[in-house]
């Protein structure tokens, strides 16, 4: 199945991604690159342009015999909704509506469309079913909720079949450490906690310590992206059946702003300030997802959404990219071609094969291609398994302890 993948360069997106192709699937990707990545889908095929951009839309329909789109391109930031709203119901409202009447001209029927818990707004019931009062507190959330209710006018209408993925907190990184959460203005809390080991922060600020919890921070439902990424793939599988469905994507075991802070700093072994300052207006107490509909629909479970493993595949990424997608692995300051060192010294490659890499690396970036990880040119090359790199990213991890 060829899918399209809209904001496939972005953090879920890339994700998707990654499990799409490991899945069999063809891939194609649309991204304007405003805050994706290209490095994260290196050896996919993309066009660079805009759910705004019409011709853009009707030349990558009609270049292609695409059979279902996910859609993950959206501005996402909650204070930047309440400073901007016009621009969030521009970029994900419109945006959308460009993008299905642009399938409905093409006669592709099928998408997973990603939606948010916050179209919730300040909930009532915990945890929050998906038939739950839909009251959002910010533009962002709103907009997310109107495009709820239009996909499903749009259905009665039109051949359309969609699924709404309503994501809680999205958090950790592929396990092979290959990709993972970069922003350029980072508001997530596990990645700020990474950057405070990382030292690139000199303290975590806790916003309120009198909530009516069980250590006073807020509790939040945090699930792997990786999970997050199988369920766009489920859903497709069952659209003919569970189309025009909102389905909640959440572990279900809420964990505290404090408990966070604790595993973070036991997994990276680093420890680092952290202050309190006084709530933050719209902070709802507890976010927590009833996904007993993901289970009964999907067939999902959040099989990759306990807690360290979340922060330990995050954390994987953070040490390995300082700086981002950025970064060069093997060119980290005072480790120079380490990743290869350890791969030979694993016994996983040979000198000859670094050699390789190495002109394959400058290749691609002779040809304009920006930079490709010697890992992922291994695993690519057919040099290591994906297996073989998550052993060599651990050795990399305790040589620097």
């Known amino acids: 199945m060829k899918i399209l993948v809209v904001g496939g360069a972005g953090y879920i997106g890339s994700h998707c991604v990654l499990e799409s192709l ?31 951009e019409a011709r853009v839309l009707k030349s990558v329909f009609e270049s292609n015999r695409i059979d279902a789109v996910f859609n993950l391109a959206a501005s996402c930031s909650v204070p930047e909704s309440v400073k901007d709203p016009g621009l969030y119901y521009h970029n994900n409202l419109a945006g959308t ?12 029927n099928k998408l997973v469309h ?7 707004g300040d909930p009532v019931d915990i945890p929050i079913p998906e ?38 907190n999205a958090a950790g990184a592929d396990a092979s450490g290959l990709i993972g959460e970069d922003h350029k203005e980072e508001s997530h809390l596990i990645p700020l906690l990474l950057q405070c080991a990382l030292g690139h922060r000199s303290h975590f600020t806790i916003f309120g310590n009198d909530w009516d919890t069980r250590d ?19 859903a497709l599988d069952r659209i003919d059946d569970i189309g025009g469905q909102s389905i909640n994507l959440g572990s279900a075991q809420g964990a505290s702003v404090r408990e966070v802070v604790e595993v973070a700093k036991k997994v990276t072994g680093c420890d680092f300030e952290v202050r309190e300052e006084g709530r933050r207006d719209g902070d709802p107490s507890v976010l927590l ?24 595949t995050a954390w994987r990424w953070h040490r390995t990219h300082p700086g981002g997608y950025g970064s060069e692995f093997q060119k980290m300051p005072g480790q120079t071609s380490r990743f290869g060192e350890l791969a030979i010294r694993l016994g996983f490659v040979t000198e000859s094969d670094v050699e390789r890499v190495l002109l394959e690396q400058e290749k691609v970036r002779s040809e ?4 490709k990880m010697m890992g992922l040119c291994m695993v690519e090359l057919g040099l290591i398994s994906t297996t073989q790199l998550v052993e060599i990213l651990r050795n990399y991890d305790e040589d620097s302890d």
């Open 97 to 108: 509506l460009n993008l299905v009447s642009a399938m409905i001209d093409a006669g592709v």
């Open 368 to 371: 304009g291609r920006g930079h």
């Open 216 to 234: 006073g921070s807020c509790i939040r439902d945090f699930v792997h992206v990786t999970d997050i990424a199988r369920a766009h793939l489920l």
């Open 22 to 52: 490991r899945a069999g699937h063809e891939i194609l990707v649309l991204d304007d690159l405003r805050t994706g990545h290209r490095e994260s889908i290196p050896d996919v095929e993309l066009v660079q342009g805009s759910l705004h």
């Open 114 to 120: 990603s939606s948010t818990a916050a179209v919730y």
């Open 289 to 312: 997802a009833a996904n007993e509909k993901a289970k009964n629909l999907l067939g999902w479970t959040p099989e990759n959404s306990d807690l360290d493993f979340i922060i330990e």
């Open 131 to 168: 038939d739950h009062a839909m009251e959002p507190v910010n533009p962002y959330g709103d907009s997310k909720k109107l495009i709820e209710e239009t996909l499903r006018e749009i259905s009665k209408a039109h051949d359309m079949k969609f699924v709404c993925l309503r994501y809680f």
